[in-house]
């Protein structure tokens, strides 16, 4: 039936069949690297895609001082806007803005990154800290709620066991207090913030520090303790307000910069403390921040250990900072106990995030993600010599978290 | 149709003609002279039958009663020829005595008969839009007409083209061609932007039936559809029969009910035209989805529900009343389009959340001027002039307090709280458009034509929500003036080889609002004016390398002006962007075509084309797996590389086979992004340079067999059996590269299946379909996991007079 005749007639169409295929085959471009079974960093890179959206990719790297980190072919992917934060041998991602999900990313014994937990919150969730070993408080608080939920969830399977609602007028009946920390100590849960214009963002309250006090593992609201010697508690987003160390001292960091969400200072930065089981800020200490740094406040901190914690100090007094800028920031060891700075050598000025701290602390070094010039790099922090080393390029816009499990 | 041959035959005889030696005239007395009739083995007089003396080299054709005369012949033997498109020449020797007047009847013999198919030598209406130098694809929709499809089924049948559609009956439709998507694709009624049509009147609202065609533009847009659609154009041309009655309904799955009544009447006497069209749809769209269940803050289950919060109902009146084929114009007519809608909100963007009491209504009143006229004024000069005004009245209700819902219908109140289920709003907008478009058209010579065309269009909305009546933005007007002026240049210096020029001018002028500094103690909201114009150009051209074997290609530098939805925003989940720019790309389309015929039975048509497309500031919707809203952007370089083609077969006319396949890899080609934030804000690295552009199938294809049995079980009855396959490429809802692949978001392969039997009795007056779609009942989804509707069963019945 197929003459010649015909066969020259199929030529043309079997030809742009075959330049279809052509370009199909380019196509298939399969790179999907192994995951390092030892590999026991793990950064969270934010990428920004072009449409302005951002992607959070969590990848397992086993050397974060050399090379570049990257996402490409590995790491678990979450779109959308994400804070994590480990807790133990769990990051858990928390999703802010839109995304309401919380989800913990753990190792499997074979080494490879997991995922755990299917829970869904209407609003996002502000924080998550550890009550005991097996149980995290979550705090569910928006400015666009009449509400303020505490959520008991289970940390190894990441499920709510239970809900605990107050009235947001508990605390306050101004417009509207925004999260700025959160700790459990002994028998109670300390949550502090500040207030902020839910439309404006201004804060015309800056005289005072507050912390409201709940009862643990009850929950229920016990009362709202004040200070005058210094202004609110911690700032936009840094969820860094309030820190405990080993004996359970709960301290409270104030420092209203407009860096970090305050449109007026009346009231100079410091840190309080709450001594352990006390529902009462201890009238005998006092950290005047400014005085040891001249003027210049704490915008970030991790407790290390032994008194001594991770500051990232404004390297501009609260006057020349612009608003929502978290920096220019430096980064310094303090030490609680003798209220002493110590600023790291060999680590430059950098700009903030606006967001948590991402550092994780391995016995005497602390490694951080510090934006550079053009690049990110990762620095190894040492805590004893009080000097930083540059390492890795990380191939992100931004780094959301930097973990060891 | 014998006509049209008849026409095209006498033109090709005439050229025949030209080609012949002309001697001069004689006048002598005894010169003879050959006359005769032409007339078909019936008895049918022939017109435009070719006449040729081949000694002599003279020749004559045809007049409208089949005679032919030749004068002044030298006395002599001769080879008479009679030659006409789709009959046997025929070859007559005859001797010539000086002074006689020979008549020579003849019959010329029907070549058809020999074949055991029937060939068509006159284009079709759909052929003859293929044959244009622009990349497109006319679909005809007769083989359709019983079929239970709307507009939106039969273009997702067209290479390049994907319809993404949200859920069931009466959800958001967008449409992709070659990587284009949403409003980069301009929709055409008759020739008439659609976009003024408002939301009440949808693709998925046009019956098969009002069809006559579809046309696709991919890329390159023609002058006269004067627009600034600049990834290519659809324009759904319904059926302008000047007396019929056509009348359907069909009823399916889900509570599905669609009716259609269709007709005109003209009268032969004084060209007064009455035509009508009334549609109304209505589905509960209550088909079962896979979605998670919450209860409290916890996933406990993931499980197949119905949607409880879906339906759709919308109904259409169109009227247009004028006259035709008058002095003073071909068609002059006044009509009114009413229409209406109501929508259930089930679900935004993604299917994460999920509500019970969120709705959306809308009605249009559009009143509507045609006029045409071919030869107005000036031999050669066409003109036509479309102009509707059309007012939109449309509200989005979301009022309940403290109610959230999940998957299962159960609501929870919170006691206290004022919150809407998304945003608590009673959003009213009042629309005003005005659309007009003026086309024309002049040929110089058959060699060189001009086409002008004029469109503007003017929208402005007040808003106005009852929850909060003070809300700023509402506060400000919004308004969208758009106008295209665009002239083209058409040149065919041969049959086979036909080119245009074409130039386009945009200019838009936009007043709307912004907030300014945000959450600084500046923090404002402002009235925003725009004003932008930009230029286009371009050129298309074709050449016919065999009768058979078309290739064509086009070039064009185009400019895209956001419209009202994408700059204002709809109220509910898509989120306004006053920032929203034009885009601009340069598109470069070639293809070939090619027809050809396996002995008399096989026929065989090809389609390829390449497409490549640089845009700039492409605009975007960004849709995110996190929220329910999303919004237009403008992202800074994009590029397109696709491939498309399509094979279709036919064995008589009773077997046909086809398919096509698309692939188009678009990707982004920005070297920074821009970080708006106040921290580390400015340009930076864009790390996702070369990915391929997220939740846009880059693969996919379709193919279909059809069947057709005639008077079969009944005389004069038709059956039809067609059977369509669809397969879309897994593709990513986030960029590609980056992320292990297994925790990668993604919208699985899909492969859906559809069958269908029609059949049409006394010729085609009483006729029904039965159709099931998603046969295997497979999983599918267009955009972030919106799935779309199991195995359904739908039943048509149609009269037509």
């Keep these: 039936m197929f003459s010649m005749k015909h066969t020259s007639k199929l030529a043309l169409p079997v030809l742009s069949l075959c330049s279809a295929l052509l370009f199909t085959s380019c196509d298939s471009k399969e790179d999907n690297p192994t995951p390092d079974a030892d590999s026991s960093f793990v950064v969270s890179l934010a990428i920004q895609g072009s449409d302005g959206g951002f992607t959070y990719y969590t990848v397992p790297f086993r050397d974060v001082m050399s090379g570049s980190l990257s996402a490409k072919g590995k790491g678990i992917e979450q779109p959308g806007y994400f804070d994590f934060t480990q807790i133990d041998n769990t990051i858990y991602s928390i999703g802010g803005l839109d995304d309401v999900n919380v989800v913990g990313i753990s190792k499997t014994e074979t080494g490879e990154l997991k995922q755990v937990g299917n829970v869904s919150f209407p609003n996002s969730l502000s924080d998550i800290v550890k009550a005991d070993d097996s149980k995290l408080v979550a705090l569910e608080m928006a400015s666009t709620s009449d509400m303020v939920k505490f959520h008991t969830i289970n940390s190894g399977t990441v499920s709510v066991s239970s809900t605990k609602q107050h009235r947001v007028s508990d605390i306050t009946n101004l417009s509207a207090p925004s999260y700025s920390g959160m700790t459990i100590s002994g028998n109670h849960l300390y949550l502090s913030y500040y207030i902020s214009d839910p439309n404006t963002f201004a804060t015309p309250h800056t005289d005072k520090a507050q912390i409201a006090v709940y009862s643990y593992p009850g929950l229920e609201f016990q009362k709202v303790i004040e200070d005058n010697r210094t202004g609110p508690i911690g700032g936009f987003n840094t969820k860094s307000g309030l820190i405990k160390d080993e004996r359970g001292d709960v301290y409270a960091l104030s420092h209203s910069n407009p860096a970090n969400g305050y449109s007026q200072t009346t009231n100079k930065g410091g840190i309080l403390r709450i001594k352990s089981g006390e529902t009462i800020f201890d009238q005998s200490y006092f950290f005047d921040v400014e005085q040891v740094t001249g003027g210049k406040n704490i915008a970030h901190l991790k407790y290390l250990g032994n008194g001594k914690a991770l500051a990232e100090v404004n390297s501009a007094d609260n006057s020349q900072q612009a608003r929502w800028s978290d920096g220019p920031l430096r980064t310094a060891i303090i030490d609680l106990n003798s209220k002493t700075v110590t600023y790291i050598n060999g680590l430059p000025e950098h700009a903030g995030n606006g967001r948590r701290l991402a550092a994780v602390q391995d016995g005497k070094y602390v490694y951080m993600a510090i934006p550079e010039g053009d690049g990110i790099f990762v620095y190894r922090i040492d805590t004893e010599t009080n000097t930083a080393t540059k390492g890795a390029e990380v191939e992100a816009n931004f780094v959301a978290g930097i973990s060891k499990l | ?801």
């Design chain 2, 1 to 801: 149709m014998q006509q049209f041959i008849k026409v095209i035959g006498s033109f090709v005889s005439m050229l025949a003609l030209m080609c012949l030696d002309y001697t001069a005239w004689a006048q002598e007395a005894d010169r003879a002279s050959v006359v005769g009739k032409v007339q078909t083995a019936s008895g049918e007089a022939l017109t435009g039958v070719s006449v040729v003396l081949q000694e002599a080299k003279r020749g004559t054709v045809t007049d409208a009663a089949g005679h032919f005369e030749l004068t002044g012949l030298t006395p002599g033997d001769y080879t008479l020829l009679l030659s006409f498109i789709g009959f046997e020449t025929e070859q007559r020797s005859i001797s010539l005595k000086a002074s006689q007047k020979l008549e020579v009847n003849v019959s010329l013999r029907e070549k058809s008969f020999e074949m055991k198919g029937v060939e068509i030598i006159g284009k079709s209406a759909t052929r003859e839009v293929n044959e244009q130098p622009y990349a497109v694809t006319a679909i005809s929709t007769r083989e359709l007409q019983n079929s239970t499809s709307d507009a939106k089924e039969v273009l997702n049948r067209v290479s390049g083209v994907r319809v993404m559609e949200e859920g069931g009956l009466g959800s958001n439709l967008s449409f992709t061609l070659n990587g284009f998507s949403g409003d980069q694709v301009k929709f055409f009624l008759d020739g008439i932007p659609m976009d003024n049509f408002g939301s009440s009147l949808q693709m998925s609202d046009i019956p098969v039936n009002t069809i006559d065609r579809i046309e696709v533009y991919k890329g390159v847009v023609p002058v006269w559809l004067g627009t600034d659609a600049l990834g290519g154009a659809v324009n759904i041309i319904t059926n302008r029969k000047a007396n019929f009655l056509d009348a359907s309904y069909s009823i399916g799955s889900f509570n599905t009910h669609r009716l259609s009544l269709n007709g005109a009447y003209t009268n032969p006497a004084n060209g007064y035209t009455f035509r009508g069209n009334v549609n109304y749809n209505y589905s509960d769209n209550n088909y079962r989805v896979l979605v998670p269940i919450k209860e409290g803050s916890n996933i406990i289950d993931t499980t197949e529900v119905e949607r409880f919060h879906d339906r759709y109902r919308s109904a259409t009146v169109k009227l247009e009343t004028g006259w035709v084929n008058k002095k003073y114009a071909d068609n002059l007519l006044f009509g009114v389009i009413a229409s209406g809608n109501d929508k259930q909100v089930q679900t935004g963007a993604t299917m994460n959340s999920v509500y019970g009491g969120i709705i959306r209504n809308s009605q249009s009143v559009v009143p509507t001027l045609r006029y045409s006229k071919d030869n107005f004024l000036l031999e050669g000069l066409n003109v036509s002039l479309y102009s509707a005004y059309n007012i939109t009245k449309s509200e989005v209700i979301d009022t309940l307090r403290g109610v959230t819902y999940n998957w299962l219908g159960e609501a929870t109140y919170t006691p206290g709280s004022n919150n809407g289920e998304l945003r608590r709003t009673y959003t009213t907008f009042d629309d005003n458009d005005f659309n007009s478009q003026l086309n024309a058209g002049y040929v110089l010579s058959p060699m060189h034509s001009l086409a002008f065309n004029y469109a503007l269009s003017f929208f402005r909305r007040e808003t106005f929500d009852a929850e909060n009546p003070d809300r700023i933005e509402n506060q400000f007007p919004r308004s969208l003036n758009k106008q295209v002026l665009g002239l083209a240049y058409k040149f065919d210096p041969t049959e086979r080889w036909s080119t245009t020029l074409f130039s386009k001018f945009y200019l838009l002028h936009a007043k709307t609002s912004k907030e300014y500094d945000f959450a600084l103690e500046t923090q404002r909201i402002e009235a925003l004016e725009t004003s932008k114009n930009n230029f286009g150009y371009g050129l298309a051209t074709t050449y016919f390398l065999l009768p058979d074997l078309q290739l064509k290609a086009s070039y064009e530098r185009t400019n895209r002006m956001p419209w009202a939805t994408e700059v204002f925003g709809d109220g509910l989940f898509i989120l306004p962007n006053p920032d929203l720019g034009p885009e601009q790309s340069n598109n470069f389309n070639a293809g070939a075509a090619y027809g050809f015929k396996l002995g008399n039975d096989h026929q065989f048509n090809l389609e390829s084309s390449f497409i490549y497309r640089d845009a700039e500031d492409l605009i975007y919707q960004v849709v995110r797996v996190a929220t329910p809203e999303t919004y237009y952007d403008n992202l800074s370089q994009t590029r397109t590389l696709g491939v498309e083609g399509s094979l279709k077969y036919q064995w008589r006319d009773m077997l046909r086979l086809g398919g096509n396949f698309t692939f188009q890899d678009i990707t982004d080609q920005a070297d920074v992004i821009y970080n708006e934030s106040y921290t580390n804000s400015g340009y930076q690295r864009n790390f996702q340079k070369g990915f391929r552009l997220p939740n846009i199938p880059y693969m996919f294809g379709n193919a279909n067999a059809g069947l057709t049995f005639r008077n079969v079980v009944l005389p004069e009855s038709v059956w039809n059996l067609n059977y369509y396959y669809n397969y879309v490429e897994q593709y990513f809802l986030s960029w590609a590269e980056l992320g292990s692949r297994d925790t990668k978001k993604v919208i699985p392969t899909q492969s859906s299946h559809n069958l269908e039997l029609s059949a049409g009795f006394r010729e085609g007056k009483y006729n029904f379909a039965i159709e099931c779609r998603n046969l295997t009942d497979a999983m599918l989804y267009d955009k972030y996991y919106l799935q779309k509707p199991g195995r359904a069963f739908y039943l048509k019945f149609r009269y037509v007079l």
